[in-house]
Structures are given as structure tokens and as C-alpha cells.
């Protein structure tokens, strides 16, 4: 298991770019950062994350030395390590939603961004950043939000991340297909309508599992198509 070395932050812009600034700067795997409050978080596709203080912004550094193509496999376990220690927490149910969002409900509680730097078709390091509403949740257009206060549960980020990160250990080595498996069983069911914007596209159809590098299955006219980035609608198809 990585001995985690977590450096707390009052305030920063953004974990994640603090994170591959250390990274690109030649700093081992094993580093965890902690904002208390950070200022321009990012989320995935280019969005503003709102952090305000009080919730969580953590992010990680790993060096798997894995191909490239796997970098989406370590969305799929972080959001296996998230549901897992908000169960130590007696925090309510959670379900995870491809690619990198952990729902309470249809509510979006947390959220994971990968940023993986290639070296010779390899990952060269790769970091993981976490966002969750922990005090409050900020609004996102279009999407309903949630937090663990709302739910009757408090925490401290410290004491999310210090849990996080123990389970975030247990997983990294673990093969592909038992986070697939994994993954799968705390998220929507097979069959489940949906709507992916991709690629400027709006795919429809029913959900059909994952591939082996962790892509999703998108069952649509009697064919199975794999989609590699997008942002899913549940129930919509």
C-alpha cells in the first residue's frame, strides 16, 4: 500500500495543478494535497469546480507506469475508494455514474478529474483529484446537487481525506477486472436507459457494461457501441 505524504493547504488556486506542477518537477508517487479552501478548481471538460470552504479538494499523485490507454480505470477505482469510505462514515448509500461522478440519490455528491502525462505510450505520472460537498453543494446547471451535511453527516476534509486515501491505497494494484466488477455492482444497472453528449453527438441507448480498459457499453439499434468520453443523462434514453 503508498505511504500517502498529505500536505494541507489553507488555500489554493487548484489541488490539481499543484499537483502536476510537483509531478512534472520529478516528485515521487504518494503525494496527497489538501485545500481547505480552494479558489479556481477545475472539473472534467474543461468546467469550473466551486469549492467553498469547508468541502473537499484533494488531489493525488501516482506513477503507474501502466499504458496510457488505462488512465480511465483510475476513475473507476477512485470512485470505488470514495463510496468506500463514506461507508466508514455511516454516510447514506452512495451509486457511482460513468465516467467520474458519485451520486446520493440523482444527486451528485463528488466528483474526480484525471490528468495523466504520456511517456512513450505510458503513463509518465498520473494525477487524481477529488471534489466533495461536504458542508454544501454548489449548483451546477442542469444537474442536482447534494452534500453529506444535508444528509445529517459531518465531516471534516482532513477526516474524509485521511479515510479516502486508505482505501485509494487498497485499490490501486487491484487487477482491472475486479475494479470493473466492482465498479459495476455499485452502479447503474445494465439496461438502464441513457443519453451521452460526445464528440459534439448525442448518443442514445441502454447501458451495456464496461469494456475491459473501462470504456462504457452503449447497447443503441442492436449494436454495442464503446464510448470513451461524455457526459451521461440516467433515464433519458
Known amino acids: 500500500m503508498i505511504p500517502w505524504r498529505l500536505e494541507v493547504f489553507d488555500e489554493l488556486g487548484s489541488t490539481a495543478d499543484a499537483c502536476a506542477e ?14 481547505l479552501k480552494q479558489t479556481a478548481g477545475r472539473g472534467s471538460r474543461g468546467r469550473s469546480w466551486q469549492a467553498p470552504e469547508g468541502n473537499l479538494n484533494l488531489s493525488v499523485l501516482l506513477r503507474p507506469a501502466r499504458p496510457l490507454a488505462e488512465a480511465g480505470m483510475f476513475a473507476l ?11 466508514q462514515f455511516f454516510a447514506p448509500p452512495t451509486s457511482l455514474k460513468w465516467p467520474n461522478d458519485v451520486l446520493i440519490g440523482d444527486a451528485k455528491l463528488a466528483g474526480i478529474l484525471i490528468d495523466a502525462a504520456p511517456a512513450a505510450n ?18 451546477i446547471a442542469g444537474r442536482r446537487t447534494t452534500s453529506l451535511a444535508a444528509h445529517g ?18 485499490w490501486q494494484e487491484a487487477p482491472a477486472a475486479d475494479i470493473r466488477a466492482a465498479w459495476l455492482a455499485r452502479a447503474h444497472p445494465v439496461g438502464t436507459p ?14 451495456a457494461g ?19 468520453t461524455g457526459e451521461v443523462l440516467l433515464g433519458q434514453a
Open 22 to 35: 510537483r509531478a512534472r518537477a520529478g516528485e515521487p508517487e504518494g503525494l496527497a494535497i489538501l485545500a
Open 77 to 87: 477505482l477512485t470512485g470505488i475508494a470514495v463510496a468506500e469510505a463514506l461507508e
Open 122 to 139: 505510458r503513463m509518465d505520472w498520473l494525477a487524481i483529484g477529488i471534489g466533495m460537498n461536504l458542508r454544501t453543494a454548489p449548483e
Open 153 to 170: 453527516v459531518s465531516l471534516t476534509a482532513q477526516q474524509m481525506a485521511e479515510g479516502l486515501l486508505a482505501r485509494l491505497g487498497a
Open 194 to 207: 441513457m443519453r451521452i453528449q460526445s464528440g459534439g453527438q448525442l448518443l442514445e441507448g441502454t447501458f
Open 210 to 228: 464496461l469494456s475491459p480498459a473501462g470504456e462504457l457499453l452503449l447497447c443503441s439499434k442492436n449494436r454495442i457501441d464503446t464510448v470513451n
